[in-house]
């Protein structure tokens, strides 16, 4: 298989990437990005411009993308660069995928992911999987974990003290309120990219502890 990876330098991005370039069934990993990334035999790593995506490069040309391109609020700075990465750029990705032939998409989403919702993150994050929807995509798959449990780039000190609480009172806590380790996340959306079963599909926070 054929894989296009977005967002290969984020937390879960990388462990699919691992993942990825390890397992056997995968032949070639195509990750675009903004900065160049460690030389694979399997890999292609273009660098690019996600305002300026290069629509007639022959690697969009694959059997399935994984998408785990997403910001923050405080790195992002306003609402118009937010939705700007977490919706837009996932969602030329899948247009321009598409109209190479590539038939699969797995999203990285979230728990709360709503269209009608009144919380911005949880908004855009429902709009983007409603925008996926309208494209036609063969199989379409969100992945909506909870809380991400691993080790970032970058402090996110709300996140960091959630995480803290729900380490200790996990084991007491609903399924649904647990943290979801990074690894388990990406292991899901990769078995989702690799299966490619036909129609909708949705992963629950619940089912990736």
């Keep these: 298989m054929k894989l296009i990876l977005i967002g290969a330098t984020g937390l879960v991005g990388r462990h699919v990437l691992a993942l990825a370039l390890a397992d056997a069934r995968v032949s070639a990993v195509v990750a675009p990005a903004r900065k ?70 797995v999203l990285n989403s979230a728990a709360g992911a709503n269209a009608a919702s009144r919380i911005f993150y949880n908004r855009v994050k429902g709009e983007l999987e409603r925008d996926l929807e309208a494209l036609g995509f063969a199989s379409l798959t969100h992945v909506r974990p909870g809380l991400i449990g691993g080790e970032r780039d970058e402090a996110r000190a709300g996140e960091g003290a959630a995480l803290r609480v729900l380490r200790v009172l996990g084991p007491v806590l609903p399924a649904r309120w647990r943290i979801n380790p990074a690894p388990r996340i990406a292991s899901a959306l990769l078995e989702a990219a690799l299966a490619a079963a036909p129609g909708r599909h949705v992963v629950t926070s619940e089912r990736l502890l």
């Design 36 to 105: 160049a990334l460690p030389a694979h035999a399997k890999l292609e790593a273009p660098v690019v411009d996600f305002d300026r995506l290069p629509a007639q490069a022959p690697w969009w040309q694959a059997d399935a993308v994984i998408c785990t391109l997403g910001t923050t609020m405080k790195v992002a700075g306003t609402r118009q660069v937010f939705r700007r990465v977490d919706h837009d750029y996932p969602l030329a990705v899948a247009r321009l995928a598409l109209a190479a032939g590539t038939r699969t998409y």
